[in-house]
Antibody, heavy 121, light 110 residues
Framework: QVQLQESGPGLVKPSQTLSLTCSVS??????????WSWIRQPAGKGLEWIGR???????NYNPSLKSRVTMSVDTSSNQFSLRLTSVTAADTALYYC?????????????WGQGTPVTVSS | QSVLTQPPSVSAAPGQKVTISCSGS????????LSWYQQLPGTAPKLLIY???KRPSGIPDRFSGSKSGTSATLGITGLQTGDEADYYC???????????FGEGTTLSVL
């Protein structure tokens, strides 16, 4: 059974870069059946998809965040990562990584537990 | 304002049935599979329904999904207090080129 675990700093200063990593166990991140996404949730609010990375490294990003987002994959460590630049208080949220079924099946079958990130000086 | 519209809240008594609607458009629900997620308080979302009406292993058949045109419905029968949670619908939007989520519906089992 696949497990995902987010990690990274819980506090980031405004204008700096948020960096998070998702460690995947129980499945290879190179598995072509799946894509790997980041999703966030501000406290008391709904879910917002940030972007996804495919096993070969190509990416899709939410247009509203595209200019600030970079995702990468490290197949040797079975991890994928998120970088979000120029953060503001509006980026304060619980950040989840999730596994998405490919081939236009459109669902997330596994989620990490989430890691909180606060943007504050 | 979310691309997918859900009621903010629904409620019903234990043992009763409730439905949660999710309304979208031809660029999302109308042309793609829809999924539903249950988020219990303080936990990560959990897949409840995929490909409009399929249940993952371990999800009881009290939960059901359906889709018609640009709308979808989640049904829950035999309500239990443990079903109190936020429920989200989600799919891909072909025009926006992004995943879209409903704003979420809070279920109260009174």
């Amino acid at each position: 059974q696949v497990q995902l675990q987010e990690s990274g700093p819980g506090l980031v200063k405004p204008s700096q870069t948020l960096s998070l990593t998702c460690s995947v166990s129980g499945d290879s991140i190179k598995n072509s059946f799946y894509y790997w996404s980041w999703i966030r949730q501000p406290a008391g609010k709904g879910l917002e998809w940030i972007g996804r990375i495919f096993p070969r490294g190509n990416t899709n990003y939410n247009p509203s965040l595209k200019s600030r987002v970079t995702m990468s994959v490290d197949t040797s460590s079975n991890q994928f990562s998120l970088r979000l630049t120029s953060v503001t208080a509006a980026d304060t949220a619980l950040y989840y990584c999730a596994r998405e079924l490919g081939s236009r099946r459109y669902y997330f079958d596994s989620w990490g537990q989430g890691t909180p990130v606060t943007v504050s000086s | 304002q979310s691309v997918l519209t859900q009621p903010p809240s629904v409620s019903a008594a234990p043992g009763q049935k409730v439905t949660i609607s999710c309304s979208g458009s031809s660029s999302n629900i109308g042309n793609n599979y829809l999924s539903w997620y249950q988020q219990l308080p303080g936990t990560a979302p959990k897949l409840l329904i995929y490909e409009n009406d399929k249940r993952p292993s371990g999800i009881p058949d009290r939960f059901s999904g359906s889709k018609s045109g640009t709308s979808a419905t989640l049904g829950i029968t035999g309500l239990q207090t443990g079903d109190e949670a936020d429920y989200y619908c989600a799919t891909w939007d072909n025009s926006l080129n992004t995943w879209v989520f409903g704003e979420g519906t809070t279920l109260s089992v009174l």
